[in-house]
Structures are given as structure tokens and as C-alpha cells.
């Protein structure tokens, strides 16, 4: 009977202690701000070292030159790598109009990227590329239809420089007329 004593008392601890109220659930988590992490950059910007932007340029052909009364001055401009300054406007605007309302009207813009020797082909080929690209756009901005002016990359197949000075005059953009 002791036994029996000490089964219950030790039965009804053990069913008061489930009977219980449950313990309150744990709080909610409050609001904090998570930090704050900086937007991602941008993607860089395809440049290789030796790029300097006052040292490239668009040359335009003698005959869109004469066409269009751009001086031998306004014929080279520097861009800083593949992006076109917002100074060369006033030459964009020259080409826009003459190919647009002007002497050249109807007639196809052709713009061909180059690039130095330095750096792998594909890599200069894709620079060249985004080059002329980015005259072509700066070029409809000011009023040609995109649809007139043809791009294309020569990368670094024409390229002759051999130090700075030389390597500067392959980093640029012709501009000649089309078909």
C-alpha cells in the first residue's frame, strides 16, 4: 500500500504539471532595421590601363569634313574610353544635321571602333565596339535616326602604335560615309 500510496501521489504531481497553462510563447521578434548594405556598383566599365580619355579620339572622313563644314579642328575629338563628352556635342550635332536635313541627307553614316594593340583581340574588338556604339547613340541623340548610322569593331587589326603617342591615335573612332 505505500507502494501504492506513492504511485498515485507521484501520477497526480506528474498529471497537475501537464494540466497546467502552457508557458506564454516566446515574443515576437521586433522590427529592426536590417542594416543598411550600399547598392551594388555598377559593372566596371570595360577599360584596360594605359586607356587615357584625352588621348583618343573620332576622326572624321575628309569627304563628311567638306560635306558637312566641320574645320580640321572639330574633326578629332577625345571621348574618355568608350563614353562621348558632353563637349562634342556640338560636332554630333554637326553630323546629325548634315546626314539628316544637310548635303548627306539619306545617306548612311559608317562607324568603326578601333582600339591599341595592348589587351586580348576579343576584349579590343568588344571596345571598339562599344566605341562606336556610343557615337552612334550620341549621334541620334541630336537628331539622326539610328537606323542611318552603321557600327562596327576593327578592334586592334589596324592597330600600329608602339608607345603612348602612337597607341593614343589607335583609340579611336572613324567616321566615313556608308553605301
Not at 54 to 79: M, P
Not at 101 to 127: C, F
Request: charged share 25%.
Amino acid at each position: 500500500m505505500k507502494y501504492a500510496a506513492a504511485f498515485v501521489l507521484s501520477s497526480l504531481t506528474l498529471a497537475m504539471g501537464c494540466a497546467s497553462d502552457p508557458p506564454p510563447p516566446p515574443a515576437a521578434p521586433t522590427a529592426t532595421a536590417a542594416p543598411s548594405t550600399p547598392p551594388a556598383p555598377p559593372p566596371k566599365a570595360l577599360e584596360k590601363p594605359g586607356d587615357i580619355p584625352t588621348q583618343s579620339n573620332i576622326n572624321i572622313s575628309d569627304e563628311i569634313r567638306k560635306a558637312c563644314g566641320i574645320t580640321d579642328t572639330e574633326a578629332f575629338f577625345a571621348y574618355d574610353s568608350a563614353n562621348v563628352r558632353a563637349s562634342d556635342k556640338v560636332v554630333l550635332k554637326k553630323l546629325a544635321d548634315c546626314f539628316s536635313t544637310g548635303p548627306l541627307k539619306g545617306r548612311e553614316m559608317r562607324l568603326v571602333g578601333h582600339a591599341d594593340p595592348r589587351g586580348e583581340e576579343e576584349y579590343n574588338m568588344v571596345l571598339g565596339g562599344r566605341r562606336a556604339d556610343n557615337v552612334k547613340s550620341a549621334i541620334a541623340a541630336e537628331g539622326l535616326s539610328a537606323a542611318k548610322i552603321a557600327t562596327t569593331s576593327r578592334g586592334k587589326l589596324d592597330a600600329t602604335g608602339s608607345d603612348e603617342a602612337g597607341w593614343a591615335k589607335d583609340r579611336r573612332v572613324d567616321v566615313m560615309l556608308g553605301k
